[in-house]
């Protein structure tokens, strides 16, 4: 399979350059050149499959004969080796949890499957690749845990020093070998400008790469998840409406994907905190990015998704195809905790802040009898301890997965500048 860049002035190509650059030279983001819809006969016996082969049945056509099958295969199983439970937890309403893998957060499935996928296509050649990332939490931790001992492989992650949370620094800072962690004397949207000067400079010299969801490989295997829940709601014989809390926009972009290749989804809802760029432009047709404003749900603290160029890109550029079909509504942390008490009072569940902004987004687009809402809880609550022992009155078990990395000892160099991340590249 072929890509092209959104901004359509680099030449197309493969699976396994867009992998590799992460970015295209142009800095668009990279897009494939077709999606071919599946037959009708999968979705129709879709019970039959394990979730190992609807996710190559999913993803093949995007790697094409990059990889192969059988290679392929290995990689989709370690993958997706945890469950996708959907849980219900009010009539016609349930929630697909996302938090079973290793660092117990969504990203864990984008992270394995394009570490895999570069360890692959480093086999060949001898040349080291640098995964450099920033991180307001969660998505650090993931790409520590996916890419540790990846052959080929060395992994720089900046994070803002004070700003996460205990439990993330711990996942990101603790691993060692090939991952190094920078605490960054500043906030998110500085490690992320770091991150992007880096990307532009020529005299580092290391072959660079991103690991956030503009890649293609973090990006597409992130539909699986909707097949994984229509795999499990099918016999409701409902029509399906996925609402997901959104802050890059990757998530719901992957599940809009999965729509094209003929999954039946009724309608998508991007549920956002108060970083409401995307509701702004569906209610007035002008996209106005503006800076990122901190709440409780900070993996969304996004004020420019970079993705949304790719939702556009699959309607068409079309505003009133995806009002049709794609809703956005934002809530402030105010509501968010309160959603998550009412939620709590009425089912016992305990939503983090994220999960509940996704419930918050059913509720407001008021589904019908004939539907049935699924919402996507992106992260486990342990994630998000302080604000969920402090909004709820539970105690929050640590999960194993936690309790491995919480007592290990952190280690990470501090910086404060460009001209520090520099050197340590370069040194
Ligand atoms: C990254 C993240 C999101 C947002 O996902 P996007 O694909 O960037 O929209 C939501 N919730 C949690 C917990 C996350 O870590």
């Given amino acids: 399979m072929n890509y092209y860049s959104l901004h359509r002035k680099s030449p197309n190509t493969t699976f396994k350059t867009a992998v590799k650059e992460g970015l ?9 050149e077709e999606i071919n819809p599946l037959s009708a006969d999968f979705f129709k016996n879709i019970e039959k499959y394990s979730k190992e ?15 192969p099958k059988t290679i392929l295969k290995k990689i989709i199983k370690e993958t997706v080796s945890f469950d996708f439970p959907v849980v219900e937890i009010e009539n016609n309403i349930g929630t697909l949890e996302l938090f079973h893998g290793p660092t117990m957060a969504f990203k864990d499935v984008g992270a394995r499957f394009m570490s895999s996928c570069l360890e692959y296509f480093n086999l060949e050649n001898n040349e080291e690749i640098t995964v450099l990332v920033a991180t307001s939490g969660d998505t650090g931790g993931a790409v520590a845990n996916g890419f540790l001992n990846t052959k080929g492989v060395k992994v720089v992650i900046l994070y803002p020093s004070g700003k996460v949370s205990n439990i993330q620094e711990k996942q990101l800072t603790t691993l060692g070998n090939n991952i190094t962690a920078l605490e960054v004397d500043g906030t998110f949207d500085d490690c992320q400008e770091m991150v992007k000067t880096a990307f532009l400079d020529d005299k580092i010299k290391r072959t660079l790469t ?16 909707f097949f994984f829940a229509y795999k499990q709601l099918k016999n409701q014989n409902k029509e399906l409406v996925f609402s997901v809390p959104s802050g890059n926009f990757g998530n719901i972009c992957a599940a809009v994907i999965a729509n094209k290749l003929g999954l039946p989804i009724k ?4 549920s956002t905190n ?11 047709g002008e996209y106005v ?21 790719r939702i556009q890109e699959l309607f068409n550029n ?21 959603a998550m008490v009412s939620i709590f009072k009425e089912t016992k569940y305990v939503a983090e802040p994220h999960g509940a902004i996704g419930y918050l987004g059913l509720k407001k687009y008021q589904l019908t009898d004939n539907e049935y809402g699924v919402f996507l809880e992106t992260a486990h609550p342990v994630k998000f301890l302080d604000i969920v022992e402090s909004t709820l009155p539970v105690k929050i078990d640590i999960p194993e997965q936690i309790k491995k990395v919480i007592d290990k000892r952190k280690v990470a160099i501090r910086i404060s500048t460009y001209t520090e991340l520099k050197e340590y590249l370069n040194s």
């Fill in 24 to 32: 295209a030279k142009d800095r668009g983001i990279y897009f494939p």
């Fill in 53 to 67: 082969e609807i996710a190559f049945e999913a993803i093949k056509q995007f790697v094409g004969d990059e990889i």
């Fill in 210 to 225: 991103s690991a956030n969801s503009i890649n293609v490989a973090r990006w597409l295997p992130q539909m699986f998840y």
């Fill in 267 to 270: 309608h998508f809802i991007a």
């Fill in 274 to 284: 108060i970083n409401n760029t995307v509701e702004n432009y569906l209610e007035n």
């Fill in 289 to 309: 990015p503006k800076p990122s404003k901190a709440t409780i749900s900070n993996a969304m603290d996004v004020g420019n998704p970079s993705n949304f160029i």
């Fill in 318 to 338: 079309d505003l009133n195809a995806i009002k049709n079909k794609f809703s956005s509504f934002s809530f402030d942390d105010e509501s968010t905790k309160k």
